[in-house]
T-cell receptor, first 115, second 111 residues
Framework: AQSVTQPDIHITVSEGASLELRCNYS??????LFWYVQSPGQGLQLLLK??????LVQDIKGFEAEFKRSQSSFNLRKPSVHWSDAAEYFCAVGISGGGADGLTFGKGTHLIIQP | NAGVTQTPKFRVLKTGQSMTLLCAQD?????MYWYRQDPGMGLRLIHYSVGEGTTAKGEVPDGYNVSRLKKQNFLLGLESAAPSQTSVYFCASSYPGNTIYFGEGSWLTVV
């Protein structure tokens, strides 16, 4: 069975500083990887996903994540955080991009932005 | 532009009471899921369904039942609620082999 580890429960970053959230997974084959973001009292919104191809995936808000097979990692980065980025971030691994038995989630990293 | 809709959004139950959470999706997805979210635990899969009329157990199925009578709906039932079932419940759906989309959550408190 697959598993996901997010080693940092809380991370505090100053506004404008760079960010890296760590995610390590355990899975026997090539995984499908996701980052979801959850604002307080809200559901989970998809941030980034990796299915195949280019190992660096990016979104329009400046987030990027890189799949590194050799390190079994899918770390999330952003060069300059904004106060609105404060949220809970979940890394998840799935079979076939969310196969019949869904995704396995990490326990989340709570991102705090200091002014 | 509804996506995945869950009702109710908030509910308080007494121990031993029963209730049903309703999930509806308008994306014609084959797969549907129920997760629960607890502090420090991330999301854990309760039950899932790969199509109308089919259901299967996830990681934490005890104390819950589900039904998928229509493709667009996935119901989660608690027959006899316990305080340990106090949680936030998320429904989700997807096409096979594709991204999973989540509802906004249902906050359940069992007293």
């Amino acid at each position: 069975a697959q598993s996901v580890t997010q080693p940092d429960i809380h991370i505090t970053v100053s506004e404008g500083a760079s960010l890296e959230l760590r995610c390590n997974y355990s899975y026997g084959a090539t995984p499908y990887l996701f980052w979801y973001v959850q604002s307080p009292g809200q559901g989970l919104q998809l941030l980034l996903k990796y299915f195949s191809g280019d190992t660096l995936v990016q979104d329009i808000k400046g987030f990027e994540a890189e799949f590194k097979r050799s390190q079994s990692s899918f770390n999330l980065r952003k060069p300059s955080v904004h106060w609105s980025d404060a949220a809970e971030y979940f890394c998840a691994v799935g079979i076939s991009g969310g196969g019949a038995d869904g995704l396995t989630f990490g326990k989340g990293t709570h991102l705090i932005i200091q002014p | 532009n509804a996506g995945v809709t869950q009702t109710p959004k908030f509910r308080v139950l007494k121990t031993g009471q029963s209730m049903t959470l309703l999930c509806a999706q308008d994306m014609n997805h084959e797969y549907m899921y129920w997760y629960r979210q607890d502090p420090g635990m991330g999301l854990r899969l309760i039950h899932y369904s790969v199509g109308e009329g089919t259901t299967a157990k996830g990681e934490v199925p005890d104390g819950y039942n589900v039904s998928r009578l229509k493709k667009q709906n996935f119901l989660l039932g608690l027959e006899s609620a316990a305080p340990s079932q106090t949680s936030v419940y998320f429904c989700a759906s997807s096409y096979p082999g594709n991204t999973i989309y989540f509802g906004e959550g249902s906050w359940l408190t069992v007293v």
